[in-house]
């Protein structure tokens, strides 16, 4: 579509530029150059192009026929009637015939015009209009010439009104486009911008310029619609939806007077953009996995936009019950647990040996631990393999212990600005009190804000990293599993940090063999725990994304026992998952870490 | 409605609670805070009325604790106009002697309404409210889920045994002991609370503590004893069934 349409605007510019340009108006038939060897290879490859153009279309507007999941706008946040987005419809299927009549025209044109000069032999190459013209060669010489002077006008026309047409639709993106790209930031995510504007009725005062060219860039492609987990299990947002309540929003109150279809009326909620004209329950859906902004061909960065709101949820109080728990937690102690700072080293009493305090002896690796590894019984499990493996080893490592606090990018990422400053000045201030050449850490979210948000100066890595530098220099000799299992990518270690080797590398190195899950590695599928989730209530959806992630994981095959995973929220979520989808018996949920260990033990698993 | 907040804070049960040398009262060396949950909720009731009806809402809070001063700010952050920390040593303090000191600041201002928890984790016979309350001569409801402004007096409702609920009328100036605001105690943002610090409208009244005139005095405090560990039945449902008869034989039952 794209490159059909530019290469045939340009074929026509020439055009122009050499006929009527340098030919008429200059006076200078001498330069032209449209002419011999190069015309003719030119006309093969515009003719190439153009039928490429118009199957194209054909294509798509019989995909349209009966449209995929991505293409409907049925809405997954409200009830339907009143308000839908017929017009959006019926502006995609008017986009696609205003084109494929330009098209048609244009080959019709050059038809009756090889037609009309009685088939030149060079024209040949222009296959299709020299198939056009033979087949219309009975209307003769000069019937073919009015009938080329009729398409000519008619051609030129249809492109002007095309071009008229742009800005009230679906068309406006090549323009957006090329401003949203040459403007997007994709490390938005990574290490989020600063709070934008008090939470208010305004939408313009809520978001920078450069977010509003984002929500304008959407070309309604509905990729994001796809991917997104919360979508997927029925919760009520949909990235795709929501940019486009932010921009018809943005329109409204520019003045712009928008075409909704037939008897469809905007979204006429008024009061607070984030609560009211976008509901709270529809920010609070979203789990922060990035799946949207990798699909996204344009570059529109969806989760800073809706921590944005987010904030300003939090700063009138409107907080999900489950999160506000959480945060009062995080104030208290500073973990989301409500335990008292004094347990969080509690999980390393069953080591045989000591873990070094990097508070008060130098250290090469400090280990930042999180909080679910520290306090929750089914990832603590993990963080004592890391230990041993550690360990064994010979790494150089310590905690920092009560000192430690929950890295906030959870809490950043639910919108609580505030409290995730405390909390990094918190962990800053322990970090100084510390010396150590590297921090590893076993959250692959606190990775991302340690590496992004803390402006540390050494290097941050996860402990996969670390294991799987320790097991390629031999300080871990693993071998000796057997089996198949399938790897989840957290969103956090994968889309985020760009980390899909090493886990795999150590799968494969434990002797496992590794079947990949169709949504695997940048498509990875989230568990349904990030941005805050984790705290949430899910009651409420259809079934919990990890739940619809066994249940990829089991249609593998009976063959596939672990499930294997390289963070502690996904051993949390899907130790649960595979609960409550019944699958316990024949899926293992399993650490990366607890296999090299397994591995390195020769205990055999499971 | 000009309403007063009496808030008290309470060891914090995240940490572990320990007794001191001679067994009188906990370790508080290595206690920390925070504010009383139903203070937390007649803070909440107070807020509800003023958004209502306006007015102005003060809070008092007792202790000289680091955690008060937070407990103070958070609530400016949250709406109230103005704050007061009367400063004093919290565990030495009987329930009459902080009744007498709530009495003292109040004394001299006006009110219509003095909100405060209907107990304390540390005070369950619920006596603050009361004992305000007689100490000024005034009208109080105690166990209050919820109240409302009316033509100069005030609506509350009281709950009962059993969820059977009634509503009251009470003169203004009156007390209320809150059993639990109509909603949730709300969210405040971390950086709301930030922004209250540094505006520091928090002033402080040093109070000299009056003496002890309960005639109720400590002599020791236990910990409860730990328990033997449950026993989990296993088995299916015949087998866990013949288990648990005999251990209900066994325990005497014929």
């Known amino acids: 579509m794209f490159w059909g349409f530019l290469v045939l605007t340009v074929a026509t510019a020439i055009i122009a530029i050499d006929v009527d340009v340098i030919g008429l108006f200059l006076g200078r038939p001498d330069l032209q150059f449209w002419n011999g060897a190069f015309y003719q290879g030119y006309s093969l490859i515009v003719d190439v192009f153009s039928i490429g153009f118009v199957s194209g279309l054909v294509y798509l507007g019989w995909r349209r026929r009966n449209p995929p999941l991505k293409l409907s706008y049925d809405r997954v946040d409200r009830e339907e009637g009143g308000y839908d987005r017929k017009g959006y419809s019926i502006d995609d299927r008017a986009f696609l015939f205003v084109l494929l009549f330009i098209a048609i025209t244009g080959f019709l044109l050059e038809g009756f015009r090889i037609a009309a000069v009685d088939f030149p032999s060079f024209e040949i190459f222009s296959i299709a209009g020299w198939t056009i013209g033979q087949a219309v060669s009975f209307l003769g010489v000069d019937g073919a010439e009015t009938a080329r002077v009729l398409f000519w006008w008619t051609h ?47 939408l313009l005062s809520l978001f920078t310029w450069k977010d509003l060219v984002d929500h304008d860039a959407c070309t309604k492609c509905g990729r994001c619609h796809d991917v997104c987990p919360a979508r997927a299990t029925g919760a009520p947002l949909s990235p795709r939806d929501l940019i486009l309540d932010l921009r018809e929003l ?59 709101m987010r904030r300003q949820l939090v700063e009138v109080g409107d907080v999900e019950a489950g999160l506000q728990t959480a945060f009062q937690s995080l104030t208290r102690a500073g973990n989301s647990f409500g335990k008292s700072a004094k347990q969080r080293a509690r999980w390393t009493k069953g080591l045989d040996q000591e873990i070094k305090d990097a508070r008060s ?27 041993r493996l550690l360990s064994h080893a010979e790494v150089d490592f310590g905690l920092l212990y009560e000192a430690e606090k929950n890295s906030g990018n959870d809490v950043r990422r639910a919108g609580e600005e505030g409290l995730f400053e405390m909390l990094r000045e918190q962990n800053l201030e322990a970090l100084a009190s510390a010396e150590y050449s590297q921090i590893i850490t076993t959250d692959p979210h606190s990775l991302n804000t340690l590496r992004y948000e803390y402006e540390l100066e050494g290097t941050v890595i996860h402990y996969t990293e670390l294991l799987d530098r320790l097991v390629a220099d031999g300080s871990l000799a693993v071998s ?127 | 409605m000009d309403s007063v907040v009496l808030l008290r804070p309470v060891p914090d049960p995240v940490e572990e609670l320990e007794l001191n040398d001679d067994g009188s009262d906990l370790d508080r060396d290595y206690l920390g805070y925070v504010l009383n949950e139903f203070d937390d909720h007649a803070l909440e009731e107070a807020l509800l009325l003023k958004e209502a009806t306006g007015g102005t809402l003060t809070v008092l809070g007792l202790g000289s604790a680091d955690e008060m001063e937070q407990i103070l700010y958070t609530a400016l952050a949250k709406g109230a106009d103005e704050a007061i920390k009367l400063g004093d040593e919290l565990e030495h303090l009987s329930i009459s002697s902080q009744a007498e000191i709530f009495v003292s600041a109040l004394e001299g201002r006006s009110f219509d309404l003095v909100l405060t928890g209907v107990q304390a984790a540390d005070e369950l016979n619920g006596q603050l409210a009361v004992r305000v309350a007689a100490k000024l001569g005034i009208p109080h409801v105690s166990v209050v889920v919820g109240a409302s402004a009316d033509n100069g007096s005030v609506k ?73 560990g449950a026993e989990m039945i296993e088995g299916d449902e015949e087998a866990a069934a013949t288990k648990i008869v005999e251990i209900i034989r066994s325990a005497g039952v014929k």
């Open chain 2, 156 to 228: 509350v409702t009281k709950e009962f045994w059993g969820g059977i609920t009634a509503d009251y009328q009470i003169q203004t100036p009156a007390v209320l002991g809150i059993q639990a605001a109509r909603q949730a105690p709300r969210y405040v943002a971390v950086s709301l609370i930030r922004q209250a610090q540094q505006g520091g409208d928090l002033s402080e009244t040093d109070v000299d503590p009056p003496p002890d005139t309960s005639g109720v005095r400590v002599i020791s405090v236990r910990v409860p004893e730990a328990g033997e």
């Open chain 1, 156 to 202: 030129a026309l249809a492109a002007l009104t095309f071009i008229a047409f742009i800005p009230y639709s679906k068309a406006m993106h090549m323009v957006t486009d090329v401003i949203g790209l040459l403007v997007t930031d994709q490390d938005s995510a990574r290490a989020l911008p600063e709070p934008v504007g008090a939470p208010s009725d305004d």
């Open chain 1, 480 to 606: 000796g599993l057997s089996g198949i299992a399938t790897y989840h990518d957290p969103c956090y270690l994968g889309r985020y940090q760009d980390e899909y080797e090493a886990p795999r590398r150590l799968i494969h190195a434990t002797g496992l063999d590794l079947h990949e899950m169709g949504r695997c590695r940048e498509n990875s599928f989230c568990c349904g725990a990030g941005g805050g989730r984790i705290w949430m209530d899910d009651s409420g959806l259809e079934e919990r994304p990890s739940e619809n992630r066994i249940r990829e994981a089991v249609a593998l095959g009976d063959n596939v026992r672990y499930f294997v995973v390289a963070c502690p929220k996904d051993m949390v979520m899907y130790s649960d998952a595979v609960k409550t989808t019944g699958h316990e018996d024949r899926l293992q949920v399993v650490d990366v870490a607890q296999l090299v260990e397994r591995a390195m033990t020769g205990v055999p698993v499971g």
């Open chain 1, 250 to 308: 943005a329109d409204a109150s520019s003045g712009i007077d928008l075409w909704y279809g037939p008897g469809a009326e905007p979204n006429t909620t008024t009061g607070a953009v984030a609560g009211d004209y976008i509901a709270a329950e529809t920010l609070w859906a979203c789990t922060t996995c990035m799946a949207c902004m990798e699909v996204c061909p344009v570059g529109i960065e969806h989760v800073p936009t809706i921590v944005q």
């Open chain 1, 361 to 387: 002896e130098p250290v090469e690796y400090l280990w930042f631990v999180g909080d679910h590894a520290s306090f929750d019984p089914r990832a603590t499990e993990v963080s004592t393999s890391v230990a």
